[in-house]
């Protein structure tokens, strides 16, 4: 079986990996043909995935012809560059299979549903607590596939599946989309209490009190409460939320220490999905009418508007009630 991965960031090198683990052909999409040549040559993705050597199942290209005859394709570019690849790839796609995290600016879609929107089909949405490298290198892990359809759900599973890297089949897309979502800007809080030195409890607390913002919005927007708890939400932010080894958390971290978000993300090649995500998932909800105070003080902070303390001030003050 062959299947196409676009997007040859760290995620999507690290899921070529997985698949050709897996037993399939890979064909590994870039946008610079430059770079697909690169890797082609050095059959490394030295920008994004330094030292992992890529299989000879893997068949980097820059040629969108990569998706005839795959038997599904794995999206894993950034949220925010997921409708522009969209609308670059033919009328008749293979099912998609969605790779990334986040809130579209502007339209404030839902991965799947920016897919929904301009390629309708079957598509299902791969989330959960995994680190590239650490997939890249075998270690174990476990993710969720989630889609209505349970075909595709099985198609994508048992192909990409190994013991090392255990996938779970899920029915609430909507949950696992928003978990992926929000544990980003979640992590960004998490950092910059770190960053501020306020302590592992005001951590902690963000990140539990985080998980309740998480969890209202998948239900208003259609998701399931338990999926809060699993992999793609609880999982991820465990994962994300608690250590420099997250892009979001490092972040925050940053911000935490009084930079600003210019200065963080100056001369950085990989993407913090959450600094796009905090002002999209925040209006998203708002328009589901949903308050996320602290994606909320997330969005406030990236744009400059106040400092950690004082976000962590205004939380604390606000009205007692039960949890
Ligand atoms: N790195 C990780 O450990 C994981 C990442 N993800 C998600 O996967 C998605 C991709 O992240 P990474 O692979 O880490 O990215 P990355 O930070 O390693 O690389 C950035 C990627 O974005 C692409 N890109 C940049 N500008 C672009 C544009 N204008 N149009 C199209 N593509 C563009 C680059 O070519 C590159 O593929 C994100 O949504 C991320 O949250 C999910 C799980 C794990
Ligand atoms: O999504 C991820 C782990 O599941 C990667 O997290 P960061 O983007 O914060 O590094």
Redesign the pocket.
């Known amino acids: 079986m062959r299947i196409a991965v676009l997007g040859a960031g760290a995620?999507g090198t690290a899921l070529a990996v997985q698949a050709a683990r897996a037993g399939l052909e890979a064909t590994l999409w870039a946008r610079d043909a430059d770079r697909a040549a690169a890797m082609a040559t050095a059959r490394e993705n030295a920008r994004h995935l330094p030292g992992v050597a890529l299989p000879a199942a893997i068949a980097p290209t820059a040629d969108l012809g990569a998706l005839d005859g795959a038997a599904f394709v794995l999206l894993a570019v950034p949220a925010q560059h997921l409708r522009a690849i969209l609308a670059r790839l033919p009328r008749a796609v293979p099912p998609l299979v969605i790779a990334a995290?986040g809130v579209e600016q502007g339209s404030l879609l839902l991965p799947l549903e920016v897919a929904e929107a301009l390629r309708p089909g079957p598509a299902a949405i791969l989330?959960?607590?995994?680190?590239?490298r650490e997939v890249a290198l075998g270690l174990p892990a476990a993710a969720v596939v989630a889609c209505r359809d349970a075909a595709l759900r099985d198609l994508v599973g048992a192909a990409m599946g190994t013991t090392g890297f255990r996938l779970y089949g899920g029915d609430d897309p909507v949950g696992v989309q928003v978990g992926?979502a929000a544990?980003?800007v979640i992590?960004i809080a998490a950092g910059a209490v770190i960053g501020a030195g306020l302590g592992e409890n005001a951590r902690a607390a963000l990140v539990t009190r985080g998980l309740a913002e998480l969890s209202r919005l998948a239900v208003a927007l259609g998701g399931r409460a338990e999926t809060a708890a699993g992999l793609s939400g609880m999982g991820?932010l465990l994962?994300?939320a608690t250590g420099p080894?997250?892009?979001?958390?490092?972040?925050g971290m940053e911000l935490g220490r009084g930079r600003s978000l210019a200065e963080a993300l100056a001369g950085k090649v990989?993407?913090?999905?959450?600094a796009a995500t905090a002002p999209a998932l925040v209006a998203r909800a708002a328009a589901a009418g949903v308050e996320l105070p602290i994606c909320a003080a997330v969005a406030e902070l990236l744009a400059g508007g106040l400092t950690v303390p004082e976000a962590m001030g205004r939380l604390l003050a606000r009205p007692r009630r039960d949890e």
């Open positions: 995620w995290k989330s959960g607590p995994n680190f590239a992926g544990k980003n992590a991820d994962l994300t080894g997250s892009r979001n958390t490092a972040l990989s993407v913090a999905e959450g």
